[in-house]
């Protein structure tokens, strides 16, 4: 697929400098520019790569000023950043979608598959599941029984979909994904000095326009059900506990952890290896800073960081001081020892 430097304007409501008719047919950062690729130039810093760089456009935010004439077609735009998710967007819109069931796949009779779906080699698509139109599930994939999946889903290769579960439309499981394994359910037996296993006899419920990284994990409940509501993004290895809640439209990066039976608000934000206790209410509108560690209840509207969370600026503050402990204990010793020696003295 090519478009000229006229056409990806029009559509990003841009204005061309240089060249409306050159073409391009790929993305590319501008520092590895190429001949018939587009960049992004976002920041002033880099505006040097505008006069090296090898793309045939770069979009460029409004407010960049040039020093000497550009080396690519430049389209200027009010935010570069914006305009690239646009465009990959539309790229990624037109690509051909696979259709058909692999011969090597098995489907249960027993389960109901929509139009226009693709099954990869070695998928498991187990009795009674519910497959929507214009699903893909990719080789290797389980869909256990009962499984019921809305339209236009992606199963990427080897995902787990425990018995039961509930997956939405536009819903995005990457690699290595398991939704619905069993929760953390023990009991202490002290009869046999050893563990008792609750059974977790309920699903997993994911809402519309979900996706999930790979190898992370979302538990099915004890009883009822653990949600993840629409709009959530969910980075790799994040680990959401039984009987969790996880507001709309909530983020969370990488190694993010969440403790049984939590409820998490809408439009939280959670950076890499944030841990949270369980049985806990996190509000609205939560930012928390990676590696915090939250033990406790929080209000909506905060951006917090630290163990336990407190306000950024504070916690800078506090890590400015933390350096300094050594020193400052041994002004602590030696002014000590002078009030005591001045106490003799008197």
């Known amino acids: 697929m090519e478009f000229s430097a006229k056409q990806i304007s029009q559509f990003i409501q841009g204005r061309v400098e240089g060249d409306e008719n050159v073409t391009i047919n790929t993305f590319t950062k ?91 080699a070695f998928a498991y698509i187990g009795d009674g599941v519910t497959l929507g139109d214009g699903c893909q599930v990719y080789p290797h994939a389980t869909i256990m029984e009962g499984v019921e999946l809305g339209k236009e889903c992606i199963i990427y290769p080897n995902v787990s979909i425990y018995q039961g579960c509930k997956i939405g439309n536009n819903v995005i499981l990457h690699s290595g994904s398991v939704i619905g394994a069993d929760g ?40 009822g059900s653990t949600y993840v509501r629409k709009g959530v993004k969910l980075d790799n290895l994040v680990q959401i506990a039984h009987n969790t809640d996880i507001g709309e439209n909530t983020v969370m990066s990488a190694q993010v952890g969440i403790a049984g039976s939590t409820k998490v608000g809408q439009w939280c934000m959670f950076g890499g290896q944030v841990g949270i206790a369980g049985h806990i209410n996190i509000g609205d509108k939560v930012f928390l800073g990676a590696q915090s560690g939250v033990p406790g209840s929080l209000k909506s509207n905060q951006q917090l960081i630290g163990t336990p969370p407190m306000e950024q600026r504070p916690y800078f503050q506090s890590l400015a001081i933390f350096k300094h402990l050594p020193d400052l204990y041994k002004q602590l010793n030696a002014l000590q020892k002078e009030v005591e020696e001045l106490k003799k003295n008197k």
């Open 30 to 120: 501008i520092e590895e520019g190429k001949k018939g690729a587009i960049s992004f130039l976002a920041n002033p810093k880099y505006t040097h790569y505008l006069y090296e760089t090898e793309s045939s456009i770069v979009l460029v935010d409004e407010d960049i000023q040039l020093e000497k004439k550009a080396k690519p077609t430049l389209i200027r735009v009010k935010n570069a950043r914006d305009c690239v998710a646009k465009l990959l967007q539309l790229y990624e819109s037109m690509k051909p979608k696979k259709q058909g069931i692999d011969s090597l796949a098995f489907v249960s009779p027993k389960a109901t598959i929509g139009k226009d779906v693709y099954i990869g």
């Open 184 to 223: 953390f359910g023990f009991a202490p037996n002290p009869a046999t000095n050893s563990y008792d296993k609750i059974p977790q006899i309920g699903i997993v419920t994911i809402e519309d326009n979900v996706e999930i990284g790979a190898n992370t994990c979302v538990d099915r409940s004890t009883m």
